[in-house]
């Protein structure tokens, strides 16, 4: 055979093992079935993540994840959990695990939202049990250098959008929340003592669904305080029903006559923590209150979230009815 036809026939193969290596670099597979987690600790070498990803099907066997990683040499490889669902070639694989688009949850948690309320978005998304929450933050000992007389964590677990791995502890979240407390309180600057600051604040963002009206709200609960006032605020109602395991959506008679202590109808004063987690326009609200001698409020009945204050209780009573008549129209 000629060198030229010699020289023909290698080029030829060549031509055929670099397409058939690169049909196999980029031909989807599957061999497994569901979600597929694979954990990819720091320091773990090319060589390793292959063998992972071989022995559960994400590929077809390790050396078509190093040749795909051969031919992708951007960026580096990066460290944590993936999640596979579907079919996906090992050029693919490469690409996403070099872009670090590791597995995460989004733990979105509104402002106003009770621990019980966080258990159960947590439990939702499947990352443990609500009542495993709620046992880790009936324990205050994360936040007791700050807040001494804390019965719980409630309150500290500030609202916010947390992104968990699966192995996410309740524990671990409650320390990243109250982590995330602690700064946006040193951002808040302020003297006030924390107990009685973030236990109005828990109110206030219960009662106030307009932003701009939080601090009116707060100076009715201050001016309330000030003349030993009773709060009669529902949502400390509510929350007491919510701890007796006896709230149903509706506030009762046998609720407002409940002597639970977070009933601020039957007690004056704050009630003994907050109710629910406040979020940093109601913590300011708290902390500086409008100057204002309003001591009630009523919701409006145009939909807008909007209350009517008043300074006295003839005024307050003008309210109320047109509240009722606007509600029967």
Not at 223 to 251: E, F, S, V, W
């Amino acid at each position: 055979m000629s060198a030229i036809r010699k020289l023909g026939a290698l080029a030829l193969l060549g031509g055929i093992a670099g397409g058939y290596a690169l049909w196999r670099v980029e031909s989807p597979y599957q061999g497994f079935q569901g979600d597929t987690f694979v954990e990819f600790p720091h320091g773990t070498s090319t060589g390793a993540m292959a063998d992972k990803l071989a022995e559960v099907g994400v590929i077809r066997s390790r050396w078509d994840f190093v040749l795909a990683r051969m031919l992708h040499r951007r960026g580096v490889l990066q460290a944590g959990e993936y999640r596979f669902q579907r079919a996906a070639s090992p050029a693919e694989v490469v690409d996403r695990i070099g872009r670090g688009d590791i597995f995460y949850y989004d733990l979105v948690v509104p402002e106003g939202k009770n621990l019980f309320d966080i258990g159960a978005i947590a439990e939702e998304l499947g990352i443990f049990k609500a009542s495993e929450f709620v046992a880790a933050a009936r324990k205050p000992d994360l936040i007791r250098d700050l807040d001494p007389e804390a019965p719980s964590l409630e309150g500290y677990l500030f609202p916010n959008t947390y992104r968990l791995s699966r192995h996410t502890t309740p524990e671990r979240l409650c320390r990243l929340m109250t982590g995330k407390f602690r700064e946006a309180w040193k951002g808040l600057q302020t003297a006030s003592g924390v107990h009685e600051t973030v236990t109005l604040a828990s109110l206030v963002e219960k009662e106030g669904k307009l932003a701009e009206e939080r601090p009116h709200i707060a100076a009715v609960f201050a001016n309330r305080l000030r003349i030993g006032m009773k709060l009669d605020c529902d949502p400390t109602t509510i929350y007491a029903a919510i701890l007796q395991h006896r709230y149903n959506g509706t506030i009762h008679r046998s609720d407002l006559d409940s002597d639970n202590p977070y009933n601020t109808y039957r007690h004056t004063g704050l009630p003994p923590g907050p109710i629910a987690n406040p979020g940093l326009a109601s913590l300011r609200a708290a902390v500086s209150p409008s100057d204002s001698d309003s001591l009630y409020f009523v919701a409006r009945a145009d939909g807008s979230g909007g209350h009517e204050f008043s300074s006295n209780i003839a005024a307050h009573g003008n309210a109320v009815d047109r509240y009722r008549r606007a509600l029967r129209k």
